[in-house]
C-alpha cells in the first residue's frame, strides 16, 4: 500500500498537484462544486495510476487541484463505496494519498437520510460525530507505522475548531444548519423502516452509505476533518416514504448551492 500511495503521489505531483490546503470529497449531488474551482489540472480517475474507478451513475469521478476561496483545493468529484465492490482498502486510497500531497484539513461531503424527528429533507448537518457500522474496517491488518499508530484514538473524529469555525460561518451568511451523528451502513439498499429505527436507536440523526472510512484513515494519518451532510429524505417513524438515488441526487443539487456558499466563506476565514 505504501508504495502504491508514494507512486500514485509522484505521478500526481509530476501532473502539477503541490501541497493543497485543503482536500474536499464531494459526495452524491454534490460534484458541481468542482465547477466553483479555479482549476489548475483535472485528471480522471482512470487515468491515475492505483486509483479504483467510479461505477455509480450520478458519480463523476475526476481529482481536480485549483484555487477556491482564496486558497488551493484538492477535491474529488465523486468517491468510492464499499457497496460498489471495492475493497475497504481501495475506497480509502484516494485519502492516503492526498495526505502525502501535503493535505492536513479534509472536508467531507455526502447525501443521507435523516432519522432525527426536527430534520427536514434540504437541511444541511455539520456532522460532530460518527458511528461505524459498515462490515469493513480500513484498518483491519497489519498496521503499517508510517501512516499512523495501530490504535486510533477518535475521540475527536470532526475537528472542534472546524466545527466551530463553520457554524461561525453559517451564522453569519444566515445558513441554518443541523448538527448531529452520523451512522454509515453499508448499502446499497435503503433502510427499512425498522433499520431507520434501529439508527434512530442507537444514537444517531443521519445514516448513509459513506464517509466513515475516509475519517477513520484520515484520523490514522492525523488529518483534521469536517464533514457535511445534505439531508435528501427522512426515515422517521411512521413517515418512511420511497426513496431513489434520483431523488437524493435532487435534493443534493438543490442544497449544493448552499454548501458551495458555505465551504468558500469556510476555506476564505482560514
Ligand atoms: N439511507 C442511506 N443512504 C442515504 C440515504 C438514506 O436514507 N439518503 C441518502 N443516502
Redesign the pocket.
Known amino acids: 500500500m505504501w508504495n502504491k500511495v508514494q507512486e500514485t503521489v509522484k505521478f500526481l505531483k509530476e501532473k502539477g498537484i503541490s501541497t493543497p490546503d485543503f482536500g474536499i470529497v464531494l459526495g ?1 449531488g454534490l460534484g458541481n462544486l468542482s465547477e466553483e474551482i479555479n482549476a489548475v489540472v483535472r485528471i480522471p480517475y482512470e487515468d491515475i495510476p492505483n486509483f479504483p474507478v467510479s461505477t455509480v451513475k450520478g458519480h463523476h469521478g475526476e481529482l481536480i487541484f485549483g484555487e477556491f476561496g482564496g486558497k488551493m483545493v484538492l477535491a474529488m468529484r465523486g468517491r468510492f463505496h464499499y457497496y460498489e465492490g471495492y475493497d475497504i482498502k481501495q475506497v480509502v486510497f484516494p485519502i492516503r494519498v492526498m495526505k502525502y500531497l501535503g493535505v492536513d484539513n479534509l472536508i467531507v461531503s455526502n ?3 435523516g432519522v432525527n424527528p426536527k430534520f427536514n429533507v434540504g437541511d444541511i448537518m455539520l456532522i460532530d460525530d460518527h458511528v461505524n457500522m459498515i462490515p469493513a474496517h480500513p484498518l483491519r491488518g497489519a498496521n503499517d507505522e508510517r501512516f499512523g499508530p495501530r490504535f486510533v484514538d477518535m475521540h475527536e473524529p470532526y475537528d472542534l475548531e472546524m466545527i466551530r469555525k463553520m457554524e461561525e460561518v453559517a451564522e453569519k451568511t444566515n445558513v441554518f444548519l443541523q448538527k448531529g451523528t452520523y451512522l454509515a ?1 453499508q ?1 446499497p439498499t ?2 427499512t423502516p425498522a433499520e431507520y429505527k434501529m439508527v434512530k436507536s442507537i444514537g444517531a440523526d443521519a ?3 459513506s464517509t466513515v472510512p475516509e475519517v477513520i484513515v484520515a484520523k490514522h494519518m492525523e488529518m483534521k476533518c469536517m464533514g457535511l451532510s445534505v439531508i ?2 427522512l ?1 422517521i417513524e411512521g413517515q418512511v416514504e420511497q ?1 431513489s438515488h434520483e431523488e ?1 441526487q435532487k435534493v443534493a443539487k438543490i442544497a449544493e448551492k448552499v454548501i458551495v456558499k458555505l465551504v468558500k466563506q469556510f476555506i476564505q476565514s482560514f
Open positions: 452524491t447525501a443521507s437520510g451502513l448499502g435503503f433502510e445514516v448513509g452509505m435528501t429524505d426515515g426513496v437524493v
